[in-house]
């Protein structure tokens, strides 16, 4: 196989954002085995992130195959835009990953016992195979961003179920980001396909009507209703907050974190975006994909303080971040105008 093959089908995969997905397991797993009370097994730890990996891979894989005759416009950095990889290629490639998956996760099953990991594992899996592929295909429809908030909230279901069964804080802590994400993925996909489509005029507002009455790329929601729906879900999950705090689930520390460096950067998000909604579709864009890197910072790093010095853990914060940035300038799914800030 060719060294520009095998280079673009781990670009294929996404990588920047198997990577952020470490943070949140890190997080459940310490959370969990404190509200458990018990010392970590590494062995289905260990078995866990190899399959839950490979899951992930599946999913931002089958969003790579799937929107190969559209990414000329919104990826154009596909590795099958760009040749690097040909249709045929990276179809059998996909078939090898979802075998290996399905081998691990029954390895997983036996070596655990834990059917209902086993179960959200699963789940998971048909989640991010249904959101791309067809038939289902469902983020080309108006249900597209709750199966897209519901795949990312797994990640750290799954995590907790590794060590003991769910408590309230998890509970909670799924909701407010299940909240949160169905805003990003209007902000980070929907507006910003529909501004790109709109500048390429691929799809144009009725004459005598302004573009904030046409129907958003893959929503199938007006311009505004969708703007709207983004500002109101962002901010409103933030306000899930200090419920949680107030009913003793989140502490003090978790709560805190999430208001300020997340929630600083929801606000300049909705602040760009109606300051002038289209133009700002990309810096949107890239202010709610800081959000989502600050949350799960916030829940992986005030998890780690309680086991590790605070430096330590701001040390490993920064640690994936740093990495984050180089996968992400490496592979740079969203073209040169979506390099990290």
């Known amino acids: 196989m060719k060294r520009d093959t095998i280079k673009g089908l781990f670009r294929a995969n996404l990588p920047q954002f198997i990577w952020m997905s470490f943070p949140v397991y890190i997080g459940s797993f310490i959370y969990a085995l404190e509200a458990e009370d018990k010392d970590p097994e590494w062995v289905p ?82 989640v991010g195979y249904a959101y791309s592929m067809p038939p289902f295909r469902f983020k080309e429809r108006v249900v597209g961003p709750f199966f897209f908030a519901l795949g990312i909230t797994l990640k750290p279901i799954v995590g907790w179920l590794v060590i003991g069964p769910l408590n309230d804080f998890m509970i909670a802590f799924a909701i407010f980001l299940f909240v949160w994400l169905i805003a990003f993925q209007i902000s980070g996909d929907k507006l910003r396909k529909t501004s790109l489509a709109l500048n390429h005029g691929i799809i144009q507002p009725e ?48 709560s805190i974190a999430l208001l300020t460096l997340p929630l600083l950067f929801m606000v300049l998000t909705v602040v760009a975006r109606i300051r002038d909604p289209l133009r700002n579709a990309d810096k949107c864009s890239q202010l709610a994909g800081v959000v989502y890197s600050f949350i799960i910072l916030s829940y992986c790093g005030v998890a780690l303080a309680s086991v590790l010095h605070w430096a330590i853990t701001a040390l490993i914060c920064v640690v994936f971040l740093a990495v984050f940035r180089l996968l992400f300038r490496f592979t740079h799914p969203f073209g040169e105008a979506y390099r990290v800030l």
Do not use: C
């Open 45 to 126: 730890i260990t078995l866990f992130l190899i399959t839950v990996t490979i899951l992930v891979a599946i999913a931002e894989f089958a969003n790579t195959y799937a929107d190969r005759d559209e990414d000329w416009l919104y990826v154009p950095s596909n590795p099958i835009v760009t040749g690097e990889v040909s249709a045929d290629t990276a179809g059998k490639a996909f078939l090898i990953q979802n075998i290996a998956g399905g081998i691990f996760l029954i390895a997983l099953m036996a070596v655990t016992r834990n059917y209902w990991l086993t179960l959200a594992l699963a789940a998971g899996w048909a």
């Open 207 to 254: 004459e005598g009507s302004s573009a904030y009455e046409i129907g958003t790329v893959g929503l199938k929601l007006k311009l505004k209703t969708a703007i709207f729906l983004e500002s109101a879900i962002g901010l409103g999950a933030f306000v899930l907050v200090p419920v949680f705090w107030y009913l003793e689930i989140f502490d003090m520390k978790l």
